[in-house]
């Protein structure tokens, strides 16, 4: 949303028996890494005994009142840029069910690792509420439920370019092979009758664009003028794989459509 952070605590639970302390030093120093690239400082934390490993961080940040990237502000017109492609709901299913190789998997752990600052940053310099008119992470609803948010919250209807949208590598082959998690059926039912798509759409990026993602990219509408500024500016920074894949429209009976 274009925020910047400053400070964070650790929130561990670990079990005190099952598994070595080592597992949990190096959750908690991958964990570190990742604040320390992101310019947070780690200021103190809360470890839990429990069964089932979670880790997080309660994270304090600064954001200016009027430079706020909402779900809100979308504008017919604007273009639809995502920042990481789609897909690592099949790849990490098909991981737990050992049907991927490692060299396939780092593909998608390694785009998981990485943090949105960069293309947070890009945002700013371009302008949020000028420039960025909306935006949002893709994570647990997948790329068509967090679309549907700035669809609903704006007041118009998102258009996907199904050929444009990027996947990961392995994701269209588990997916075909019907590996998902376990949230794509709750998140197509939740969408139902909300999404308008072609007559005959691949199944395999049907479950993709329903499917949950980890730490996925941000998608993020931009007024027409300035979408290749920020494409551009995107690329300066980092985020190779950013790409433009739709538009925004008026508003209709559906909220989302893929064409």
């Not at 570190?32 to 005994?49: L, M, N, P, Q, Y």
């Not at 940040?61 to 430079?67: A, E, K, V």
């Amino acid at each position: 949303m274009g925020g910047e952070p400053l400070t964070a605590l650790s929130l561990v639970c670990f079990p005190n028996t099952e598994l070595d302390l080592s597992v949990l030093g190096d959750i908690l120093r991958g964990g570190a890494d990742k604040c320390a690239e992101a310019g947070c400082t780690i200021v103190g934390g809360h470890s839990v005994r429990d069964p089932e490993i979670k880790f997080g961080f309660s994270v304090t940040g600064t954001i200016h009142p009027d430079r706020v990237a909402s779900n809100a502000g979308a504008k017919v017109g604007d273009r639809l840029f995502l920042t990481k492609p789609l897909g690592t709901g099949a790849t990490t299913t098909a991981f737990r069910k050992k049907a991927i190789s490692g060299e396939v998997m780092a593909v998608s752990i390694k785009q998981m690792a990485a943090l949105n600052k960069a293309a947070a940053d890009s945002m700013r310099a371009l302008g949020i509420n000028t420039a960025i008119h909306a935006a949002t992470d893709i994570t647990g609803f997948g790329l068509l439920g967090h679309a549907r948010n700035i669809a609903a919250a704006s007041g118009v209807k998102l258009v996907f370019r199904a050929g444009a949208l990027p996947l990961v590598v392995g994701a269209r082959e588990f997916a075909a092979k019907k590996m998902s998690s376990g949230a794509y059926k709750q998140n197509q039912d939740l969408l139902q009758s909300l999404v308008e798509l072609p007559a005959a759409f691949d199944e395999a990026l049907h479950r993709i664009i329903f499917d949950a993602e980890t730490s996925g990219g941000l998608l993020i509408a931009v007024a027409p003028e300035k979408g290749d500024a920020l494409l551009a500016d995107l690329k300066r920074r980092g985020v190779s794989q950013a790409v433009e894949v739709g538009f925004i429209e008026p508003a209709g009976s559906a909220l989302l459509k893929i064409i």
